[in-house]
């Protein structure tokens, strides 16, 4: 039994940070951006109104970190599939590299298409 | 209500089994039998070569854990009509070595027990024995839960982390730990965290929380393992941003 600390609670507090905001977030969002508006159950806010707000850096600080949150927790969550999903916990190095680096990857692109808003 | 219920039984017996295989039995219903009232029938009256262990018969020993019809329970606390017209299918717990018939290897819980230091650590180099450590009743609260855990290992046998990897320190042990750690006479926490808090610890644990549905005692170790989690995260950050004494 090895006794050496693990890197991984810095991993699972953002696992749990990404998972508490997604989970607050993203219905709120989808339910209004998915389903309210489309259906016309609200009036939806014209393009110039939305495009002022998503450029407003308080919107983008949020929204940006609702990506990066979001993303580090499906990493972990992820990582954790294949692990004992897959049962593939032998290629931990290269699963990790890819779950994390695709949230890092995802997490770029995210900050590209945010700052595109402004 | 039938007047009798077959159980069928997982047998090996290595001495003359190469492979494991299944006996019924037919044994009386009755109202008041556990699965291990039909067992006891079985071995006194129908065929004595049969081995499990039992001990108090009231859910306190923790020696009579099994499979039963796929689900890790005591057997002395699993009713028999509640499986009627049956059959019953009594295993032995899972993710363990099987010595013979119902009765499974517990050397590795036993080996990874201690090393969570299950008791109370004095903070005094030399304790007063006479003193009294007095407790208030809400800060036995804090505790008293994860206290009532009785070593039956059902917790184990449910744990698809444990099944995986038989290295993670596992639920029963994670919760007798905190038993200790959140208990307001104890000062061992820091010696436990390097055990808790390693990779084969807490942090193992996926939460799938199948210990907590299978534990007859109602003591929750994946909330134990959730909240300690939760610790050792805390801690990790500290030592990271802390000078040493400020933690």
Same mark, same amino acid.
């Given at each position: 039994m090895t006794t050496k600390r693990s890197p991984e609670p810095f991993a699972w507090l953002l696992f749990s940070a990404g998972g508490m905001v997604a989970a607050l977030l993203v219905p709120v969002l989808l339910l209004l951006f998915g389903i309210a508006f489309p259906l016309g159950l609200l009036s939806a806010p014209d393009h110039a109104y939305l495009a002022s707000v998503v450029s407003h850096p308080i919107t983008l600080l949020v929204l940006f970190g609702l990506c990066v949150l979001a993303l580090l927790h499906w990493a972990h969550r992820f990582r954790y599939t294949l692990y004992d999903g897959l049962q593939? #916990? #032998?290629? =931990?190095v290269p699963i990790t590299i890819c779950c994390y680096g695709g949230a890092i990857v995802g997490s770029v692109v995210a900050a590209v298409v945010l700052l595109r808003a402004l | 209500m039938p007047e009798t219920i077959t159980i069928e039984v997982w047998r090996y017996r290595p001495e003359q089994d190469s492979e494991p295989a299944w006996d019924s039995y037919e044994v009386p219903l009755r109202k008041e039998w556990a699965v291990l009232d039909g067992l006891n029938h079985i071995k006194d009256q129908l065929d004595g070569t049969l081995s499990y262990r039992w001990s108090c018969?009231? =859910?306190?020993? @923790?020696?009579?854990?099994m499979t039963v019809n796929g689900e890790p329970k005591l057997s002395c606390s699993t009713f028999l009509t509640d499986y009627a017209p049956g059959p019953v299918r009594v295993e032995p717990m899972r993710n363990f070595p099987v010595i013979r018939d119902l009765v499974v290897e517990m050397g590795d819980f036993m080996a990874k027990l201690p090393t969570v230091k299950p008791w109370l650590v004095s903070g005094d180099d030399e304790p007063d024995e006479d003193a009294e450590y007095l407790q208030t009743p809400v800060e036995m609260d804090d505790y008293k839960r994860y206290s009532m855990c009785i070593n039956c290992m059902l917790c184990y046998s449910a744990c698809p982390v444990y099944a995986l990897d038989p290295e993670f320190i596992g639920p029963a042990a994670i919760a007798l730990a905190q038993r200790y750690n959140l208990d307001s006479r104890d000062a061992g926490a820091e010696d436990r965290r390097d055990v808790l808090a390693?990779?084969? @610890?807490?942090?193992?644990?996926?939460?799938? =929380?199948e210990c907590s549905v299978a534990c007859p005692k109602d003591v929750d170790p994946a909330g134990a393992i959730q909240r300690y989690k939760l610790t050792a995260a805390t801690k990790a950050v500290k030592d990271l941003l802390l000078p040493r004494g400020a933690r």
């Open positions: 593939l #916990k #032998k290629y =931990g | 018969r009231m =859910g306190i020993c @923790g020696s009579c854990g390693s990779a084969e @610890g807490v942090w193992a644990c996926t939460f799938v =929380g």
